[in-house]
């Protein structure tokens, strides 16, 4: 057995309210590709971080082992200066700088007072030749596609002499000639001795490249799997890891609901990237959902669900946007303006509620009225009595913890913050709820309540589409679920003929076919 | 619901440190006031102190509230508005006096000309996207070369109103005027009836709140509260009362407060400032026009400084190629010393009065013990550092 270069024992991570890993065992082998797979939010990014030093010593409980020695990592440049280098997701490259200047950003060659080009560019050169990238470092970034990018992030990590390289979902802005492209790249480096850990969603890939595949799932982890043999594990198997959980009682029932007449129906529905406008992003897709329906629409990140969601809000995402949308049967031709979406009764639960869905340095009250402002006030002076009023009616409604409404949205947890997310959007009274991952990051007390509120729109009659990367919440939660890849619809089903290993399959069959 | 409403305790504790720190500026206003009227053998406590702090400072105030919708929307300022005073005063010089227009044309057309500039900017800003502090840039350097371009019809550059005194009296007159050191009973009137309202106000609304079971302040804190209130409209109409009387500019300078007090914490407009400077994605995801509102900012900064050089020009009863110099610093300042958020969706107008009225005090009190000009920036530079300073620490700790 071959010497472990990196052992994680026994780490714990706790983020207010939530225990974002859970005692976490993980070993990796020097010299070979480990994988760690699981959902959004099982906790692996989470993982890396604490690895690479981004969460400092101190802030969670366990042992770090690397190379035989107990390390305390209390920034990046800690761990980088043992050779643990992360690339994360997001390309973090300056578009106006050459390549050269971004590999060497923040390690800037040359003495303390001048950077030295020639060294800079020569030594930049020679790694992005090991890429396999041609390009001379002295173009800039934004010259150069996507796929070639990914590359120089690897480049760059190269010159930081990595011993450990960390690939946080490489291949999720690359087509599937880049992927490949990478993923050999990857076996390559393998062959020299690098070790390496590569997280993805993509399991094709994982099972192509990886010799251990690590399963996380709720903040732990599952099982590892070995996949050293000349037989490729099944995708299947690594399903069964990554969302085989108990299902009793994690979704309370829907009674009473009476499902009517389709509400809201896109049809050919196509968007286009806001700054590449010549990718489509959202691809002829056709959808419907009836009054007290709970339709899921389940895909991985990237799979365009948000982009589908935003167009339809009044084309607050995307440009060059065709088809058609009716609601109630009637063809409606709606204006780019939230606004007016809002006027058509429809209502966007953002899935970044930090980011852009609630203004986090003012009162619950605020944001609670903040999209239907007219109802409590007139000729636009508010009613400020009304507005405590209805503040305090939705707290009591979706049991929003807080002393008072008063109270900075800033300081809730993750949960309330949801539930005051989603107050906001019931005040404004909408026919039609685009909920985007409205469980996102927020523990399983809270989501059970969120489930219960869900439920309850239905029951009033609402149209839900609740889009989710959790399989098992997709199940639990729909009547009917749509199957997003690659921004096109690839299946349809009856929640009770959906299981979780069918619903993977049409995704893993909808990637083999493109 | 309503047995919990009942058990629940409405009134709100008094938390006195969370308290020092949200009037911690209004205290400070208090001592530096005090200092001075000791530093100056109490000549900072003499009607003519009070008259020349109103009117010295007059044009802060008003083209506060209009910084301070700039600010909210993110932290974005106008740099121009200085240069557009002097440009304006030019052009009113040059209407009323160079070619004889009659006063209220002439006021309609210079403010006329703000809302053309401001439109202009408002678009320039909210749909071109010019980032504020170039496009106003622009006219920073450009406004003021135009005004004393014009000015220079007159070989002193200077337009001189000192024949327009119906224009004086509008905005730098004295209402029911008396001879100094004499008591001016109309303004006492007004003063007692002021300070009974705001009184009144509070009282009043400590009722509906209880009534409606909604929280409330301890019946100390609103008394305190009305009494400060109170005493401060009483002693400054009582030295004015001394000083001759109600100068005109302070009721522009109250209406043009209170309006944007009331715009800024009562109107859905007002709201709509706030939530774009605390998160424009929500803002806009929200359903609101979030450019509009950034056009509305910078259109309303150039109305306001178009009335703010109305009562420049009054005040100096001349068009000066050197008017409004500084003022869009004097103007920020304001805002950031009465703890306006320099990245937006924070600040109240109230806060910007004692911000600029702070500075005004310091700016008298240092004139009246003597200190060196040159001593007197230094101070201002480090008094509004240290009100930074203390906001972002005071925030910190909140955490």
Same mark, same amino acid.
């Not at chain 1, 899935?351 to 980011?355: A, I, L, P, S």
């Not at chain 1, 636009?380 to 939705?394: C, L, N, Q, R």
């Not at chain 1, 979706?398 to 409404?405: D, Q």
């Given at each position: 057995?071959?010497?472990?270069?990196?052992?994680?024992?026994?780490?714990?991570?706790?983020?207010?309210?939530?225990?974002?890993?859970?005692?976490? @065992?993980?070993?990796?082998?020097?010299?070979?590709?480990?994988?760690?797979?699981?959902?959004?939010?099982?906790?692996?990014?989470?993982?890396?971080?604490?690895? +690479?030093?981004?969460?400092?010593?101190?802030?969670?409980?366990?042992?770090?082992?690397?190379?035989?020695?107990?390390?305390?990592?209390? @920034?990046?440049?800690?761990?980088?200066?043992?050779?643990?280098?992360?690339?994360?997701?997001?390309?973090?490259?300056?578009?106006?700088?050459?390549?050269?200047?971004?590999?060497?950003?923040?390690?800037?060659?040359?003495?303390?007072?001048?950077?030295?080009?020639?060294?800079?560019?020569?030594?930049?050169?020679?790694?992005?030749?090991?890429?396999?990238?041609?390009?001379? +470092?002295?173009?800039?970034?934004?010259?150069?596609?996507?796929?070639?990018?990914?590359?120089?992030?690897?480049?760059?990590?190269?010159?930081?002499?990595?011993?450990?390289?960390?690939?946080?979902?490489?291949?999720?802005?690359?087509?599937?000639?880049?992927?490949?492209?990478?993923?050999?790249?990857?076996?390559?480096?393998?062959?020299?001795?690098?070790?390496?850990?590569?997280?993805?969603?993509?399991?094709?890939?994982?099972?192509?490249?990886?010799?251990?595949?690590?399963?996380?799932?709720?903040?732990?982890?599952?099982?590892?799997?070995?996949?050293?043999?000349?037989?490729?594990?099944?995708?299947?198997?690594?399903?069964?890891?990554?969302?085989?959980?108990?299902?009793?009682?994690?979704?309370?029932?829907?009674?009473?609901?009476?499902?009517?007449?389709?509400?809201l129906?896109i049809?050919n529905w196509t968007v286009h990237h806001p700054l590449?406008p010549?990718?489509k992003v959202v691809?002829?897709v056709?959808?419907?959902?009836?009054?007290?329906?709970?339709?899921?629409?389940?895909?991985?990140?990237?799979?365009g669900?948000t982009e589908l969601a935003m167009s339809i809000f009044g084309q607050s995402y995307g440009t060059n946007i065709s088809g058609e949308m009716k609601i109630?049967?009637?063809p409606v031709k709606m204006k780019k303006s939230e606004a007016d979406a809002i006027k058509h009764?429809i209502a966007y639960?953002t899935?970044?509620?930090?980011?852009n869905?609630?203004?986090?340095?003012?009162?619950?009250?605020? @944001?609670?009225?903040?999209?239907?402002?007219?109802?409590?006030?007139?000729?636009?002076?508010?009613?400020?009595?009304?507005?405590?009023?209805?503040?305090?009616?939705?707290?009591?409604?979706?049991?929003?913890?807080?002393?008072?409404?008063?109270?900075?949205?800033?300081?809730?947890?993750?949960?309330?913050?949801?539930?005051?997310?989603?107050?906001?959007?019931?005040?404004?009274?909408?026919?039609i709820?685009l909920?985007d991952?409205?469980?996102?990051?927020?523990?399983?007390?809270?989501?059970?309540?969120?489930?219960?509120?869900?439920?309850?729109?239905?029951?009033?009659?609402?149209?839900?589409?609740?889009?989710?990367?959790?399989?098992?919440?997709?199940?639990?939660?729909?009547?009917?679920?749509?199957?997003?890849?690659?921004?096109?619809?690839?299946?349809?089903?009856?929640?009770?003929?959906?299981?979780?290993?069918?619903?993977?399959?049409?995704?893993?069959?909808?990637?083999?076919?493109? | 619901?309503?047995?919990?409403?009942?058990?629940?305790?409405?009134?709100?504790?008094?938390?006195?440190?969370?308290?020092?720190?949200?009037?911690?500026?209004?205290?400070?206003?208090?001592?530096?006031?005090?200092?001075?009227?000791?530093?100056?053998?109490?000549?900072?406590?003499?009607?003519?102190?009070?008259?020349?702090?109103?009117?010295?400072?007059?044009?802060?105030?008003?083209?506060?509230?209009?910084?301070?919708?700039?600010?909210?929307?993110?932290?974005?300022?106008?740099?121009?508005?200085?240069?557009?005073?002097?440009?304006?005063?030019?052009?009113?010089?040059?209407?009323?006096?160079?070619?004889?227009?009659?006063?209220?044309?002439?006021?309609?057309?210079?403010?006329?000309?703000?809302?053309?500039?401001?439109?202009?900017?408002?678009?320039?800003?909210?749909?071109?996207?010019?980032?504020?502090?170039?496009?106003?840039?622009?006219?920073?350097?450009?406004?003021?070369?135009?005004?004393?371009?014009?000015?220079?019809?007159?070989?002193?550059?200077?337009?001189?109103?000192?024949?327009?005194?119906?224009?004086?009296?509008?905005?730098?007159?004295?209402?029911?005027?008396?001879?100094?050191?004499?008591?001016?009973?109309?303004?006492?009137?007004?003063?007692?009836?002021?300070?009974?309202?705001?009184?009144?106000?509070?009282?009043?609304?400590?009722?509906?709140?209880?009534?409606?079971?909604?929280?409330?302040?301890?019946?100390?804190?609103?008394?305190?509260?009305?009494?400060?209130?109170?005493?401060?409209?009483?002693?400054?109409?009582?030295?004015?009362?001394?000083?001759?009387?109600?100068?005109?500019?302070?009721?522009?300078?109250?209406?043009?407060?209170?309006?944007?007090?009331?715009?800024?914490?009562?109107?859905?407009?007002?709201?709509?400032?706030?939530?774009?400077?605390?998160?424009?994605e929500?803002?806009r995801l929200s359903g609101v026009n979030t450019k509009?509102?950034?056009?509305?900012?910078?259109?309303?900064?150039?109305?306001?400084?178009?009335?703010?050089?109305?009562?420049?020009?009054?005040?100096?009863?001349?068009?000066?190629?050197?008017?409004?110099?500084?003022?869009?610093?004097?103007?920020?300042?304001?805002?950031?010393?009465?703890?306006?958020?320099?990245?937006?969706?924070?600040?109240?107008?109230?806060?910007?009065?004692?911000?600029?009225?702070?500075?005004?005090?310091?700016?008298?009190?240092?004139?009246?013990?003597?200190?060196?000009?040159?001593?007197?920036?230094?101070?201002?530079?480090?008094?509004?550092?240290?009100?930074?300073?203390?906001?972002?620490?005071?925030?910190?700790?909140?955490?």
């Open positions: 057995m071959a010497k472990i270069l990196l052992e994680m024992r026994n780490i714990t991570k706790t983020f207010p309210g939530v225990k974002a890993l859970d005692n976490v @065992n993980f070993k990796v082998e020097e010299g070979e590709i480990h994988a760690l797979v699981g959902e959004n939010g099982a906790g692996k990014s989470t993982l890396m971080n604490v690895l +690479s030093g981004i969460y400092p010593y101190g802030t969670y409980e366990g042992d770090i082992v690397y190379d035989g020695n107990v390390c305390q990592f209390h @920034n990046i440049k800690d761990s980088e200066k043992l050779g643990i280098v992360i690339i994360h997701q997001e390309l973090a490259l300056v578009p106006e700088m050459t390549i050269g200047e971004n590999m060497y950003l923040g390690n800037e060659r040359g003495h303390k007072l001048a950077i030295d080009w020639n060294t800079t560019y020569s030594e930049a050169d020679k790694y992005l030749k090991m890429v396999g990238l041609s390009e001379s +470092s002295k173009v800039q970034v934004k010259n150069i596609g996507t796929g070639k990018q990914q590359l120089v992030e690897i480049a760059k990590a190269l010159a930081k002499k990595a011993r450990l390289l960390i690939l946080d979902e490489p291949t999720s802005s690359l087509n599937e000639e880049d992927s490949r492209a990478l993923l050999d790249l990857m076996l390559e480096f393998k062959k020299q001795g690098m070790t390496m850990i590569i997280i993805s969603h993509k399991l094709n890939e994982v099972a192509y490249v990886a010799d251990t595949i690590t399963v996380v799932r709720d903040g732990a982890t599952i099982e590892t799997i070995d996949n050293h043999g000349t037989e490729q594990v099944s995708e299947e198997r690594i399903i069964k890891g990554m969302v085989g959980r108990e299902m009793t009682n994690r979704f309370p029932k829907r009674e009473g609901v009476t499902i009517g007449d389709v509400q129906e049809n590449y010549e990718r691809d002829d056709s959808m419907y959902v009836r009054k007290g329906e709970v339709v899921g629409i389940y895909g991985l990140m990237g799979a669900r109630d049967g009637k009764k639960v899935e970044d509620r930090k980011g869905g609630l203004v986090l340095s003012q009162s619950i009250k605020v @944001n609670t009225s903040l999209a239907h402002l007219d109802a409590i006030s007139s000729h636009t002076v508010i009613d400020g009595d009304k507005e405590y009023a209805v503040a305090e009616e939705y707290r009591d409604k979706l049991k929003i913890k807080t002393p008072t409404v008063e109270q900075l949205v800033g300081n809730l947890s993750g949960g309330n913050q949801q539930k005051v997310l989603l107050a906001k959007w019931m005040f404004a009274e909408p026919d709820m909920l991952e409205p469980t996102r990051g927020i523990d399983v007390g809270a989501k059970y309540e969120i489930y219960c509120i869900i439920n309850d729109l239905a029951a009033a009659g609402k149209s839900v589409v609740m889009i989710s990367s959790e399989l098992p919440e997709v199940l639990g939660m729909s009547d009917r679920i749509y199957i997003m890849n690659e921004g096109k619809f690839v299946g349809e089903m009856k929640a009770e003929e959906a299981t979780q290993e069918s619903i993977m399959a049409v995704i893993l069959q909808s990637g083999r076919g493109a | 619901m309503e047995g919990k409403v009942i058990n629940q305790s409405n009134i709100r504790k008094a938390d006195p440190v969370s308290m020092l720190k949200k009037n911690a500026m209004l205290i400070i206003l208090i001592l530096v006031f005090i200092f001075f009227t000791i530093m100056t053998n109490g000549r900072m406590f003499k009607p003519t102190s009070f008259a020349s702090l109103i009117n010295q400072n007059a044009y802060v105030y008003i083209l506060g509230c209009g910084m301070l919708m700039c600010m909210l929307t993110g932290g974005n300022i106008d740099l121009s508005c200085g240069a557009f005073v002097c440009l304006l005063g030019a052009i009113g010089g040059m209407m009323m006096v160079i070619w004889g227009w009659s006063t209220g044309v002439s006021l309609v057309a210079m403010l006329l000309v703000g809302i053309i500039y401001g439109c202009g900017l408002g678009a320039l800003i909210a749909y071109v996207r010019v980032p504020p502090w170039i496009a106003t840039l622009a006219g920073y350097l450009a406004f003021r070369g135009l005004g004393t371009s014009i000015l220079s019809v007159s070989i002193t550059n200077s337009i001189s109103f000192k024949d327009k005194p119906d224009f004086l009296n509008i905005f730098s007159g004295v209402l029911f005027k008396t001879p100094e050191g004499q008591l001016n009973v109309p303004c006492m009137i007004v003063g007692i009836v002021a300070a009974l309202l705001v009184v009144l106000l509070i009282f009043k609304n400590r009722l509906t709140r209880l009534k409606k079971g909604y929280e409330v302040d301890t019946i100390g804190m609103d008394i305190v509260k009305s009494v400060l209130g109170a005493a401060v409209i009483l002693l400054v109409m009582f030295k004015l009362a001394y000083a001759g009387g109600i100068p005109t500019v302070l009721l522009w300078v109250a209406a043009v407060v209170l309006f944007y007090a009331f715009i800024t914490s009562k109107t859905t407009i007002g709201r709509h400032f706030y939530v774009v400077g605390g998160n424009i929500a803002a509009k509102i950034m056009f509305i900012a910078y259109l309303n900064m150039a109305i306001l400084t178009a009335i703010s050089a109305m009562t420049v020009v009054s005040r100096y009863t001349a068009a000066n190629a050197d008017a409004g110099k500084n003022f869009e610093m004097d103007a920020i300042s304001a805002c950031v010393v009465g703890g306006v958020s320099a990245s937006g969706g924070a600040g109240s107008v109230l806060g910007m009065v004692i911000g600029a009225t702070l500075i005004g005090v310091i700016n008298l009190g240092m004139f009246q013990i003597n200190l060196d000009a040159n001593y007197q920036r230094v101070v201002k530079g480090f008094v509004l550092l240290a009100a930074v300073v203390f906001d972002i620490l005071s925030k910190k700790k909140q955490r």
